[in-house]
């Protein structure tokens, strides 16, 4: 025990305690943990500070409310919980809603098509299920994860996002400007393994490139690129997202999977903005309470999924997404979702059956 008077009085007790105890209850005494944050705060008060050692929990959270020692996921979730009968994660529809019809991706129709299940299987032994990830058809019956009849759950989870994902999406692109992607650029920004760079080269589009901050991606996508016989039109190159400068821009800048792993968002968009021509395509997690904010993460489930250059994440809501957007210089936002495959029974629980995971369309 100390004094902030560098010296105990007899019969004095210390203003703060060192040492963190267990989670205080409402309006229970806290705890300064660091013995040097103890010390300075003694001072402080010494120098004619006043300091409240008050908890006041909301009632939102009150069980994970420690700002350090739990995971942020924990805290996020028992505030999520609560809020509900708050109402606070209603599904909001704020700009129009274009709804894709369920077709098969281009990349589907082509494997069905070629039905090269050798040469299928010789690209999943250069580069086994395992690594992959994520689901693209290679032929009748077999994929990126291997075989569709021998996924595990979670493979199979995969197997249908990614299809949605993919149809509903460069569907929806094609649609909006006419059907098919003839004589278009587009840019795929954090391409990972360059499906949606490979879909829109096989929906016509004449130069396609994507770029990854990871090595062993653009690896991947180069060797999925030569298997789809797309090499001649998409270029892959190993670049960071605030860091690329090319000296051209694209009619169709896509910006999938990556707000939600970064902590840059507005400059993000306005690079996006700067790139595209057209239109920009924005697909990401996104958090229902309806004001225009970030939920702080760290992607503390999957620290091998995405490369960042700190250890968080800033999380858009659904309006902040749309406001980001507006604020970086786009003219109008409408927004996509697609018709799921109604074999896919899990799909009313999942990110985009929730409305958590969402897409937008930017135009300039």
């Given at each position: 025990?100390?004094?902030?008077?560098?010296?105990?009085?007899?019969?004095?007790?210390?203003?703060?305690?060192?040492?963190?105890?267990?989670?205080?209850?409402?309006?229970?005494?806290?705890?300064?943990?660091?013995?040097?944050?103890?010390?300075?705060?003694?001072?402080?008060?010494?120098?004619?500070?006043?300091?409240?050692?008050?908890?006041?929990?909301?009632?939102?959270?009150?069980?994970?409310?420690?700002?350090?020692?739990?995971?942020?996921?924990?805290?996020?979730?028992?505030?999520?919980?609560?809020?509900?009968?708050?109402?606070?994660?209603?599904?909001?529809?704020?700009?129009?809603?274009?709804?894709?019809?369920?077709?098969?991706?281009?990349?589907?129709?082509?494997?069905?098509?070629?039905?090269?299940?050798?040469?299928?299987?010789?690209?999943?032994?250069e580069?086994?299920?395992?690594?992959?990830?994520?689901?693209?058809?290679?032929?009748?019956?077999?994929?990126?994860?291997?075989?569709?009849?021998?996924?595990?759950?979670?493979?199979?989870t995969?197997?249908w996002?990614?299809?949605?994902r993919?149809?509903?999406i460069?569907?929806?692109?094609?649609?909006?400007?006419?059907?098919?992607?003839?004589?278009?650029?587009?840019?795929?920004?954090?391409?990972?393994?360059?499906?949606?760079?490979?879909?829109?080269?096989?929906r016509?589009?004449?130069?396609?490139?994507?770029?990854?901050?990871?090595?062993?991606?653009?690896?991947?996508?180069?060797?999925?690129?030569?298997?789809?016989?797309?090499?001649?039109?998409?270029?892959?190159s190993?670049?960071?997202?605030?860091?690329?400068?090319?000296?051209?821009?694209?009619d169709?800048?896509?910006?999938?999977?990556?707000?939600?792993?970064?902590?840059?968002?507005y400059?993000?968009?306005?690079?996006?903005?700067?790139?595209?021509?057209?239109?920009a395509?924005?697909?990401?997690?996104?958090?229902?309470?309806?004001?225009s904010?970030?939920?702080?993460?760290?992607?503390?489930?999957?620290?091998?999924?995405?490369?960042?250059?700190?250890?968080?994440?800033?999380?858009?809501?659904?309006?902040?997404?749309?406001?980001?957007?507006?604020?970086?210089?786009?003219?109008?936002?409408i927004?996509?979702q697609?018709?799921?495959?109604?074999?896919?029974?899990?799909?009313?629980?999942?990110?985009?059956?929730?409305?958590?995971?969402?897409?937008?369309?930017?135009?300039?």
């Amino acid at each position: 025990m100390w004094s902030p008077f560098g010296k105990n009085k007899p019969g004095a007790k210390p203003v703060v305690a060192s040492g963190v105890g267990p989670a205080p209850a409402t309006d229970a005494p806290l705890a300064i943990g660091l013995p040097q944050a103890s010390e300075a705060v003694n001072k402080a008060v010494a120098g004619g500070c006043q300091l409240d050692l008050t908890a006041r929990v909301s009632p939102l959270v009150r069980v994970n409310h420690l700002m350090r020692g739990s995971k942020l996921s924990a805290r996020y979730g028992e505030f999520l919980q609560n809020s509900k009968p708050a109402q606070m994660q209603v599904v909001e529809q704020l700009v129009p809603l274009l709804t894709v019809p369920r077709r098969p991706s281009a990349a589907e129709r082509w494997a069905e098509q070629q039905g090269n299940e050798a040469a299928a299987r010789a690209l999943l032994r250069e580069v086994p299920p395992n690594e992959w990830g994520y689901f693209m058809p290679l032929a009748p019956g077999l994929g990126t994860l291997g075989a569709v009849g021998s996924l595990t759950v979670p493979q199979a989870t995969s197997r249908w996002r990614s299809l949605y994902r993919l149809n509903f999406i460069m569907d929806g692109v094609s649609q909006l400007v006419g059907g098919r992607l003839d004589g278009l650029s587009l840019l795929d920004i954090a391409c990972n393994w360059g499906a949606f760079a490979i879909e829109a080269a096989l929906r016509g589009a004449q130069e396609v490139d994507g770029f990854d901050i990871r090595t062993q991606n653009i690896e991947r996508a180069r060797r999925l690129s030569g298997y789809f016989g797309t090499e001649a039109n998409t270029r892959f190159s190993v670049a960071d997202v605030y860091e690329f400068q090319p000296q051209r821009t694209y009619d169709i800048v896509l910006n999938l999977g990556l707000m939600y792993h970064i902590t840059k968002p507005y400059e993000l968009v306005r690079a996006t903005h700067a790139l595209c021509k057209h239109m920009a395509v924005f697909d990401t997690v996104v958090h229902r309470e309806p004001f225009s904010g970030f939920i702080l993460g760290t992607g503390e489930h999957a620290p091998e999924h995405a490369a960042t250059a700190t250890g968080c994440e800033l999380h858009p809501t659904y309006r902040a997404l749309i406001e980001l957007a507006y604020l970086a210089g786009f003219k109008e936002v409408i927004e996509l979702q697609g018709e799921p495959d109604p074999a896919w029974a899990g799909f009313k629980t999942d990110p985009y059956g929730v409305g958590q995971r969402r897409c937008i369309v930017a135009f300039k």
